[in-house]
């Protein structure tokens, strides 16, 4: 496999971007590595679970707004407590919405997530005093390693110390995904996405699997939502609004469903291609709408689907 | 007795599906239920494996009522089944699938961090199942790409790995061809041996694969046992042979 090689060099090249690029393509990660977390997460739901949720910026919303009300209400300034605290809220909330959307498949899933997420865009536009409502909340500036970073302006602590940061925890957040797919559990999400009927029928509980794959990615997105707020220094209901989950399962699509670092590349590509389109023609979504729909007939693997065929027949086909 | 049924009835509102039957099977026993489309056959094996609940009458599994306990219960207890039409993990491998299986029988389905490929009971116990079925050699095809009778197999495969007592097959040889029903039976049969199987009930619609493999023979007509008896008693029923098997019997 020439996935080891791909990797490594990957790594590299991001480890050493902040000393070589100029500083604009270095704040463009940082985004990148927060959805990446978010897609490695919607993804087990999505391509190892077969669940398409298209409320997922319900739990980016959650984890975005946890940092802005600790930072700025409670005075926990530290990124380390924040995290935690984010996937915390995300998993207090996901449990019971969890447990009633995985009694559902398919256009159902899909349909209760997305209004269990309007649910929550709208407390935050309409609890003003709680959530500054549609101009949102500040996000303070987070401790790192339990240094204010006092020294650095904002460009150069966020292409430093929080470039790094982010990295670290995207790659911790791979590494622990990397071992959930390829654990027991994983195998059990794949079969429930192949076959429910006769997963159950070897004694696979497919709801309380389900159910765990839904909390994981909740999990995976309140984390990476936490990661996107510290760059623009402020959270908004936009963030929990439909058209944020649309775009992130647009990511998965967009670098391919049916492997594991497909989700990534998505995340990568969208970023930079939509800082390109837009800079060029201010109508972005328009060219977003007919790639979505260049990738659905013609490479339903993705962007990854197109690399793997070019190295070797590898099916990406899914009924 | 491994598995028994009591005056089983169920009705779909006004419609009565099965109206009484009651059943036994026995340790080291080969059942085969045969009867025409309508006659309930699959109405009577949703409430022997706990699917739907009886409206009347109790299923005893091990002596313990499983009337509709469901899948995941039922597997868990010591039955297994595969189904009419195949059901296979398309974008699994063979050793996935069987895997999934043992993953399963042992309680590790809910194992987050463990490594798979490090598990060697699970690791060896799924090689071992598709070397007993003959899938040894496609251990790393994905099951979309088995030839039919193979994916047949590894359905049945799959429900073996979860090392049950008993077993139902729904028409274990519906849609292979028939030069390979004798060779899916004979490795099917093989392997109940070799796992130490209790007993195997099958539904079947090929009299020849019946006759051929069947201690017992129940014939079900309209929700009703028609008749229950040895292979060669039943080929002496005028009216089995009349409403079951049709007039060109296999002699």
């Known amino acids: 496999m020439r996935t080891p090689l791909v990797l490594a060099v990957v790594v590299i090249a991001i480890l050493v971007l902040p000393l070589v690029s100029p500083p604009y393509y270095v704040t463009l990660m940082l985004p990148f590595m927060a959805y990446g977390v978010i897609l490695l997460g919607l993804n087990l739901l999505f391509g190892y679970t077969g669940l398409v949720s298209f409320g997922h910026a319900l739990f980016i919303g959650i984890g975005a707004y946890t940092g802005a009300v600790l930072t700025t209400r409670l005075g926990v300034r530290h990124m380390e407590l924040i995290l935690p605290a984010a996937a915390l809220a995300a998993a207090i909330v996901a449990a019971p919405v969890g447990a009633l959307c995985v009694r559902y498949v398919k256009i159902y899933f899909g349909m209760l997530t997305l209004a269990f997420g309007m649910v929550f865009y709208t407390f935050l536009l309409k609890f003003y005093r709680l959530t500054g409502g549609d101009e949102g909340m500040r996000m303070l500036r987070p401790y790192l390693l339990g240094s204010e970073w006092a020294g650095f302006n904002k460009t150069a602590y966020l292409i430093g110390p929080y470039y790094y940061f982010s990295l670290a925890v995207l790659a911790l957040a791979t590494l622990l995904m990397w071992r959930i797919v390829a654990s027991p559990f994983g195998l059990c999400l794949k079969t429930i996405r192949d076959n429910p009927l006769k997963a159950e029928s070897l004694g696979v509980s497919v709801p309380r699997s389900r159910w765990y794959a839904f909390m994981i990615s909740a999990v995976y997105a309140a984390v990476g939502g936490a990661l996107l707020a510290p760059p623009t220094g402020n959270v908004d209901p936009t963030l929990a609004y439909w058209t944020h989950s649309g775009n992130v399962v647009f990511m998965v699509l967009l670098g391919g469903f049916s492997s594991f670092f497909g989700p990534l590349l998505g995340a990568f590509a969208f970023i930079f291609l939509q800082d390109t389109v837009m800079s060029v023609f201010p109508y972005w979504r328009l060219i977003f709408g007919a790639i979505l729909a260049f990738i659905v007939i013609f490479a339903p693997g993705g962007l990854m689907g197109l690399f793997a065929r070019r190295r070797g027949p590898v099916e990406v086909s899914r009924g | ?251």
Do not use: W
């Open chain 2, 1 to 251: 007795m491994i598995l028994e049924a009591q005056d089983l009835r169920k009705r779909y509102g006004a419609y009565v599906a099965l109206d009484g039957v009651s059943l036994a099977v026995r340790e080291g026993e080969f059942v085969s239920i045969i009867g025409p489309n309508g006659a309930g056959k699959s109405t009577l094996i949703n409430l022997l494996t706990g699917v739907l609940p009886p409206s009347e009458g109790r299923v005893r599994f091990k002596g313990r009522d499983i009337g509709g306990i469901g899948p995941v219960a039922l597997a868990r207890l010591g039955m297994a089944r595969s189904f009419q039409l195949v059901q296979i993990f398309p974008e699994l491998t063979v050793l996935e699938t069987l895997q999934a299986a043992v993953v399963s029988r042992l309680g590790r389905g809910a194992n987050l961090f463990a490594s798979l490929r490090r598990d060697r009971q699970v690791q060896s116990e799924a090689l071992e199942v598709a070397r007993l079925f003959g899938l040894a050699d496609r251990a790393y095809s994905p099951a979309r790409a088995l030839p039919q009778g193979d994916k047949k197999l590894l359905d049945v495969a799959s429900a073996f790995s979860l090392r049950p007592e008993i077993i139902l097959l729904d028409e274990p040889t519906s849609g292979v061809s028939t030069a390979d029903k004798h060779a899916v039976m004979e490795i099917l049969v093989g392997a109940a041996r070799q796992i130490g199987l209790k007993a195997i009930i099958q539904v079947e619609h090929d009299m020849d694969i019946v006759f051929a493999y069947s201690d017992r023979i129940i014939a079900l007509h309209q929700g009703k046992v028609l008749a229950d008896a040895a292979p060669a008693a039943i080929r002496a029923d005028a009216r089995v042979v009349d409403t079951v098997i049709g007039r060109r019997a296999p002699c």
